[in-house]
């Protein structure tokens, strides 16, 4: 079956704009979560969402959100750019309760996110 | 506030040897660890989990152990391949979805 997918692979965006990630989880996986991953930082939670809502958020300012279409794909999407912004940006899909747990989630190979 | 602590970034073991990686972490309310492992450009790959009730959880070549006492927890890889060589992350959730990953080691197998 088809894992998960991140599109755009890449993308170069200028400080004070504002961008779109977008992921598309396993077929019949209902949750799905976002993190950020920088050199040093390892991996960051961003937010978590089931059934289109949020269940779960990290330590990010208001800058960073998201959302969950009914089909279960799921958009990220940052405002007002920073330098600091830029990082691989990787989502993660998982059956109900079962991503923490027993197999862990399944990762998308991320969208690399360049603020200049 | 680092919950997850990964202290060697890096590390080379002879093919063949066993690997040890090891992970600590601060928060006692964590009661599921796992590992993944990443190669550039891909996303982290699960490889094993293990419950906070259980000491010991092996499959195959990789075995976990996690010591609660002393808030620790190891991979072991036995015997080390070339194609173990990648960034491995412990991370640790308190049973809901957010996992809390540590800053990463890269194993390097040297043939």
């Known amino acids: 079956k088809a894992g998960v997918t991140q599109t755009p692979r890449y993308l170069i965006k200028t400080r004070g704009q504002q961008v779109t990630l977008s992921c598309s989880p396993i077929s019949g996986h209902r949750s799905v979560s976002w993190y950020q991953q920088t050199p040093g930082q390892g991996l ?4 978590e969402y089931f059934s289109e809502t949020q269940r779960n958020k990290g330590n990010f300012p208001g800058r960073f959100s998201g959302r969950q279409f009914s089909n279960s794909r799921s958009e990220m999407n940052v405002s007002t750019l920073e330098l600091g912004d830029s990082a691989l940006y990787l989502c993660a899909s998982s059956l109900e309760g ?3 747990k027993n197999y862990g989630y ?3 190979s991320g969208t690399r996110l360049t603020v200049v | 506030d680092q919950q997850v602590k990964q ?3 890096s590390l080379s073991v002879q093919e063949g040897r066993i690997s040890i990686l090891n992970c600590d972490y601060t928060n006692s309310m964590f009661d599921y660890f796992l590992w993944y492992k990443k190669y550039p450009a891909e996303g982290p790959t699960f ?3 293990i419950s906070s009730i259980k000491d010991k959880n092996e499959d195959g070549r990789f075995t976990v152990f996690l010591n609660k006492s002393a808030k620790h927890l190891s991979l072991h890889i036995v015997p080390s391949q070339p194609g173990d060589s990648a960034v491995y992350f412990c991370a640790a959730s308190t049973g809901n979805e957010k996992l ?4 990463g080691t890269r194993l390097t197998i040297i043939p």
């Open chain 2, 7 to 9: 202290n060697s970034p």
């Open chain 1, 44 to 47: 960051q939670f961003l937010f």
């Open chain 2, 100 to 103: 809390t990953f540590g800053t």
């Open chain 1, 106 to 108: 399944t990762f998308g």
């Open chain 2, 47 to 49: 490889l094993i989990s």
């Open chain 1, 98 to 100: 079962q991503g923490a």
